[in-house]
């Protein structure tokens, strides 16, 4: 099982990026996908999450109207395009899998984790 997550750097306050994430087929096909978001000294929250057929998303209330979660099954690769980046968006960001394709908001219904990516928004 590998997960590749890229896409992370330094960007101003108001600033974008769109993170990646890239599986092997077998990890990918049939599972939701989710990311998640670690700042020093916090627990690991929820971010966004999607559902295999991409038809249901779902967001923390911090980032809705701001990210948006997509997939491409064809490229076994999943995004998160982030906009109006604020300071508190600070972490390492992570991509995970839930083979069972339930697509929850909490790490322990996830099966697999990619490494992380930093993000670090500056004023």
């Known amino acids: 099982v590998q997960l590749q997550a890229s896409g992370g750097g330094l960007v101003q306050a108001g600033g974008s990026l769109r993170l990646s994430c890239t599986a092997s087929?077998?990890?990918?096909?049939?599972?939701?996908m989710g990311w998640f978001r670690q700042a020093p000294g916090k627990e690991r929250e929820f971010v966004a999450t999607i559902v295999w057929s991409g038809r249901r998303t779902y967001y923390a209330d911090s980032v809705k109207g701001r990210f948006t979660i997509s997939r491409d099954n064809a490229r076994n690769t999943a995004y998160l395009q982030m906009n109006s980046l604020k300071l508190e968006d600070t972490a390492v960001y992570y991509c995970?899998?839930?083979?069972?394709?339930?697509?929850?908001?909490?790490?322990?219904?996830?099966?697999?984790w990619g490494q992380g990516t930093q993000v670090t928004v500056s004023s």
């Open positions: 087929e077998q990890t990918f096909s049939g599972a939701a």
């Open positions: 995970a899998v839930d083979r069972r394709n339930v697509a929850a908001a909490v790490p322990t219904a996830y099966d697999y």
